[in-house]
């Protein structure tokens, strides 16, 4: 079946600009998460969504970034007024139940800040 | 806090050679953990996932081990091939959380 998918592929934005981000999981998959994955540094957890549930903001680094997702479908993550430091790949990331089945990953959006 | 350490960064073999990849971790209260794999410009694609109640899985040439106690898992790579070259990834799910804490990974090259 089809995999994790994401849009755009890469985005170039100047500083100061708004972005989105989408993320389609694999059908039938409750839980969601959003990871970012800078140059030179390991995967930052940004936030999981799990069903109805509350998401897990926790990882955020700061309000200028917010994440949506509507039931068990699609999610954007949003990121205002972008600063250099957000260049990044941005990962999405599904499972059936979290926490006892595997993470399967989208390819990732790459944002460069200008 | 949980901190995941892949130690070397970087190595390059030639083919053939079977390979241990090392993976540490600072505290044995985790959930389960996964070795992914990533190539240039690409997402992760998972490779094993080990439950905290498990000592190994394996899945072809890759066989994954896991002492919780001692807060190390090990990936072996028996026969490595060019098309094994990538970067490779441990993660853990802590207890109590959903989240994975990675490790920067190791970027593998496998010389023909």
């Known amino acids: 079946g089809a995999g994790v998918s994401q849009s755009p592929s890469n985005k170039v934005t100047e500083k100061g600009k708004d972005v989105e981000l989408r993320c389609d999981p694999i059908?039938?998959?409750?839980?969601l998460y959003w990871y970012r994955q800078r140059l030179g540094q390991g995967l930052e957890f940004l936030i999981y969504?799990?069903?109805?549930?509350?998401?897990?903001k926790s990882g955020l680094p700061s309000d200028r970034f917010s994440a949506e997702r509507t039931g068990e479908s699609v999610s954007t993550l949003t990121i205002q007024r972008t600063q250099q430091e957000d260049s990044a790949v941005y990962l999405c990331?599904?499972?059936?139940?979290?926490?006892?089945?595997?993470?399967?990953f989208g390819p990732g959006t790459r944002l460069t800040v200008t | 806090k949980q901190e995941v350490t892949q130690i070397p960064a970087a190595l390059s073999v030639p083919e053939g050679e079977n390979l241990v990849l090392n993976c540490s971790f600072t505290d044995s209260a985790i959930y389960n953990l996964q070795w992914f794999r990533q190539d240039p410009g690409k997402g992760l694609t998972s490779l094993l996932l080990?439950?905290?109640?498990?000592r190994e899985q394996t899945s072809g040439r890759l066989n994954a081990s896991l002492d919780k106690s001692s807060g190390r898992s090990t990936l072996y790579i028996a026969a490595s091939q060019p098309g094994d070259s990538a970067t490779y990834l441990c993660?853990?799910?802590?207890?109590?959380?959903?989240?994975?804490?990675f490790g920067k990974g190791m970027k593998l090259t496998v010389n023909p």
């Open positions: 990331a599904s499972s059936r139940v979290p926490a006892t089945y595997e993470q399967y």
């Open positions: 080990i439950q905290s109640s498990q």
């Open positions: 993660a853990v799910i802590p207890d109590g959380s959903e989240k994975l804490v």
């Open positions: 059908s039938g998959h409750t839980a």
């Open positions: 969504f799990q069903g109805n549930s509350a998401p897990d």
